[in-house]
């Protein structure tokens, strides 16, 4: 049997059939695989034109919901530890870094993708991670040496899902509104 919080504060139990339990747990383990895999791949060039870095890190385009998923996940990402967001179910939002409402209308998708992969580029002093460099790293955990903390599909996910997040915070007249014409 499983738990899940309600809203309300009530308990459920959810009572799933060992088949479905195997099962998420072979795609969980093959999704693991796969991550490790790509995080273990040499790390693409990428070239800084100005503020941003234009070309995509892999030949896809990314996926909102993967991008997302990893904005929200507080063993990945980690996004929500500095950033506030839209992101009403989610709680104890950080802080200390602008706010990722909006942040499609004010950033283009190079300027995410520089800042995502190596904030240090624009700002030597900045307190968030470069994701996927690494220079000037210390005091790593022995299987982290060597490795991004993304892999660069994850970046252009996570580039992809910000570029979309377009509307802005209430109250914040800086940022317009772009949605495509009719």
Do not use: K
């Not at 990428?46 to 990314?62: K, Q």
């Not at 996926?63 to 009403?88: E, M, N, S, Y």
């Not at 602008?98 to 190596?118: F, K």
């Not at 240090?120 to 996927?132: A, E, F, G, V, W």
């Amino acid at each position: 049997m499983v738990s899940d919080d309600h809203p309300g504060g009530l308990r459920v139990r959810v009572r799933r059939p060992a088949a479905l339990r195997l099962l998420a747990l072979a795609s969980a383990a093959a999704a693991s695989a796969t991550r490790a895999e790509e995080i273990a791949l040499p790390l693409r060039p990428v070239a800084v034109v100005g503020d941003a870095i234009p070309a995509s890190l892999t030949e896809e385009a990314g996926d909102p919901a993967r991008g997302r998923a990893i904005v929200l996940d507080r063993t990945r990402g980690l996004c929500l530890l500095c950033h506030p967001g839209p992101f009403p179910e989610e709680r104890f939002q950080g802080n200390l870094a602008p706010d990722l409402t909006g942040v499609g209308a004010r950033l283009s998708e190079g300027q995410l993708r520089l800042r995502i992969v190596d904030g240090r580029l624009l700002n030597p002093q900045t307190i968030m991670p470069s994701y996927y460099s690494l220079a000037g790293r210390l005091r790593v955990a022995a299987a982290w040496q060597g490795r991004p903390i993304l892999a660069a599909r994850e970046i252009e996910d996570v580039v992809t899902f910000l570029t979309g997040l377009r509307d802005p915070a209430p109250g914040d007249r800086t940022a317009p509104v772009m949605r495509p014409a009719p």
